[in-house]
């Protein structure tokens, strides 16, 4: 990521090929200009620093401020770093950064100790290269969730506890490079008149960023990291998300071809689970993952992902979750994969695995199972096709086949809840029944003591995963053996 020079993910024209006159064209040319004006920015507060600093030699002291001196040698690293250099290229800026570093200490005479000078130069790199002051956050595998709540507040989010981390920012123009630097490469804008904006990170971190004047605080970044290491089915029965039995009835689903849908709130870990699902897909499947901000980190060979898209400055362009359910139906798909459903493509979703896309997984919010269920009504209905009721519950209950309740309890922890069949229709409702639910049997140590239970009834569609060679013993639902 860079905040001079923003990656153009397009291949480079061929030799003799003219340049286009729109489109690419002036999306390149605009980047170009908003690179050359940057660089001009940042050299101009160089050089009115420089100004305001003096030019006699400074010496370090106990009692001179560290974000001064951070600032003033950031200033002129600024003022002499090529424009040219291309940031993409850490290894060598990085080389380059070293050098004038080191030029700059030398004639300033700044005395630092070799802890005090590494630690300025990661800092000033990080500034740079990097995301600032959020480097050493993103580092740090113990903390899952990022929030930047104005330049001054930075919280970090660990074993499911929000805390104030030491971590703060010079002022809101600082915190806006770093989103600059994150939403560049994607070709993502962020200014007054678009004040919202969703990205990602290299690492697939998820990023939402709003800016003043919706966000009153300042700017305010909130990043959703990722594991380095993508979590397996063994990951989350270690961390106690579910028991063995309950791993091993969803893999039978996965491989069976059911239609699942993961539902629980905001952060309770339904990407996660959604991942750790998509993992048991044979990896002789076409899949197709269609995704907001994309998150999923398939593990198989014949994956293909796509992507949302706002609309850009004109208003053209866009590009939503109901588009692509509807593209992907015609890419002769195995299995669908819908990062989560907002909206109308509920029922563009409900269409496809009733239409022999069996195995399809998406998730939502809800609260409950029966509450999901409503919400899938809900969102048909947001399509705006003029549907009866009875109708669009007909569709669910013929076209899902399991729901998996993910919820984040009150010590932090994400489990799974309740996993739930849904059998079909009697009457105007929809008949389900739970096969696990999560039974508290106290509170210890601020940690919910519990289990999750099979209940002791065997779902109706087991004979869909036995025609899938897959035989589930008795005991994973609470049967006794005969």
């Known amino acids: ?36 004006q940057s660089i001009a920015a940042q050299r101009a507060s160089a050089q009115a620093g420089a100004q305001r600093g003096g030019s006699g ?20 690293l600024m ?8 940031l993409s290229k850490t290894e060598e800026v990085r080389e380059q950064i070293q050098q004038l570093f080191n030029a700059i200490l030398a004639e300033e005479n700044m005395l630092l100790n070799k802890s005090e000078r590494d630690r300025l130069f990661e800092s000033v790199v990080a500034d740079i290269l990097g995301l ?8 740090d595998d113990s903390i899952s969730e990022v929030m930047v709540n104005g330049p001054k507040m930075v919280f970090i989010e660990q074993k499911g506890k929000p805390h104030l981390s030491g971590v703060t920012f010079e002022n809101d123009e600082h915190v806006m490079r770093v989103i600059d630097r994150i939403v560049a490469p994607l070709g993502r804008r962020v200014d007054e008149s ?10 697939g971190s998820r990023v939402h960023v709003v800016i003043r004047p919706i966000a009153l605080c300042g700017p305010t970044i909130t990043i959703r990291k990722f594991s380095k290491k993508p979590l397996g089915i063994a990951d989350l029965i270690r961390f106690g998300s579910m028991s063995p039995e309950v791993g091993e009835f969803l893999r039978a689903c996965v491989i069976g071809a059911l239609n699942i849908v993961v539902s629980g709130g905001t952060g309770s870990g339904k990407t996660t689970l959604l991942n750790v699902l998509s993992g048991f897909i044979p990896n002789d499947e076409r899949i197709i993952t269609v995704e907001n901000a994309a998150e999923l980190q398939l593990q198989q060979e014949h994956v293909v992902s796509l992507e949302s898209r706002p609309a850009n400055i004109e208003g053209r362009g866009m590009v939503s979750i109901q588009d692509l359910v509807m593209a992907c139906l015609r890419m002769r798909p195995d299995r669908i994969v819908v990062g989560e459903c907002r909206g109308g493509e509920a029922l563009d979703m409900l269409q496809a695995m009733n239409t022999g896309h069996d195995g399809s997984l998406t998730t939502l919010h809800a609260n409950t199972p029966r509450d999901a269920i409503a919400r899938l009504e809900v969102m048909c209905l947001m399509a705006g096709m003029d549907l009866p009721v009875r109708a669009i519950r007909e569709q669910i209950a013929s076209a899902v086949n399991c729901i998996v309740q993910q919820q984040r309890i009150r010590d932090g922890s994400r489990k799974i809840t309740a996993v739930t069949e849904v059998q079909g229709m009697e009457g105007e409702m929809i008949t389900m029944s739970d096969i696990f639910e999560f039974e508290q049997t106290g509170y210890e140590n601020n940690k919910i003591v519990g289990r999750i239970r099979p209940t002791g009834i065997r779902p109706k569609f087991i004979e869909q995963i036995e025609d899938a060679g897959i035989a589930l013993p008795s005991s994973i639902f609470g049967i006794a053996r005969k």
């Open 57 to 76: 030699a400074k010496s370090t002291k106990p009692g001179d401020n560290v974000s001064d001196l951070k600032s003033r040698v950031q200033n002129r």
């Open 79 to 86: 003022a002499e770093l090529d424009p040219s250099s291309d």
């Open 194 to 203: 678009s004040p919202l904006v969703d990205a990602r990170l290299k690492d």
């Open 1 to 36: 990521m860079s905040l001079l020079r923003r990656a153009v993910p397009n291949q480079p024209p061929k030799p003799g090929t003219p340049a286009p006159s729109g489109g690419d064209g002036q999306a390149k040319d605009a980047e170009e200009a908003r690179r050359q």
């Open 132 to 139: 600032g002051p959020l480097d050493a956050l993103m580092k």
